[in-house]
């Protein structure tokens, strides 16, 4: 069974900009959660999403948005960059919809860079 | 809300020594308890879990038993290999059924020299 797929793997933006990434959870999983990753904060809880539904939302501006196919892939979209959005964002999905006992897979993140 | 402690590092040891690496948890309810390890350019691979007090989660040789009295999930390991280098999170996700994530520690980055 392929894993949690993340596209692209590296991204380079400049502020102000927009960027958008995409989450590929393995078959079957219907809900994906997104994390974000630096030195200083650590890997910070974004959002997830199940059968196409925000379930829950981290402490993360509106800058931070995100939405779910009925095919259960993920994008997520970060607008108006700002130098502290250079991070790794890890995509993760699991079988049910709660988070809670269920093991999250995660996928191999996007590395953005913002100049 | 929910947190997790966790010495950061990086923790340097010889091949074959003991490990343990210290985690604490705060939380509001019941949560379960994992174990994720990251290598260099990769994502989180689960390593192992607990899902209530007094369980014991173990894989490839890591052992953590879920201490609801002293909340904590320290992770051990009885000999380690230098295939072990890698950095190793301590999280919670609060058994309540919410969708609220995972939390996580801030990693401790262990080095294995042979």
């Known amino acids: 069974k392929a894993g949690v797929t993340q596209t692209p793997r590296y991204l380079i933006k400049t502020r102000g900009q927009q960027v958008t990434l995409s989450c590929s959870p393995i078959s079957g999983h219907r809900s994906v959660s997104w994390y974000q990753q630096t030195p200083g904060q650590g890997l910070q809880f974004l959002f997830e999403y199940f059968s196409e539904t925000q379930r829950n939302k981290g402490n993360f501006p509106g800058r931070f948005s995100g939405r779910q196919f009925s095919n259960s892939r993920s994008e997520m979209n970060v607008s108006t960059l700002e130098l502290g959005d250079s991070a790794l964002y890890l995509c993760?999905?699991?079988?049910?919809?709660?988070?809670?006992?269920?093991?999250?897979?995660f996928g191999p993140g996007t590395r953005l860079t913002v100049l | 809300g929910n947190s997790v402690t966790q010495m950061e590092g990086p923790v340097t040891l010889s091949e074959e020594a003991f490990l343990t690496i210290n985690c604490t948890y705060t939380a509001t309810g019941y949560p379960s308890l994992f174990w994720y390890v990251q290598y260099p350019g990769e994502g989180l691979q689960l390593l192992l879990k607990?899902?209530?007090?007094?369980d014991k989660g173990s894989n490839k040789g890591f052992e953590a038993t879920y201490r609801k009295e002293t909340t904590s999930f320290h992770l051990e390991k009885g000999s380690v290999q230098v295939s072990d280098s890698a950095v190793y999170f301590c999280?919670?996700?609060?058994?309540?059924?919410?969708?609220?994530?995972?939390?996580f520690g801030k990693g401790t980055h262990l080095i294995i020299q042979p």
């Open positions: 607990a899902t209530k007090a007094d």
């Open positions: 999280a919670l996700s609060d058994s309540g059924g919410g969708a609220d994530g995972l939390t």
């Open positions: 993760a999905s699991s079988s049910l919809g709660t988070s809670g006992r269920n093991e999250q897979f």
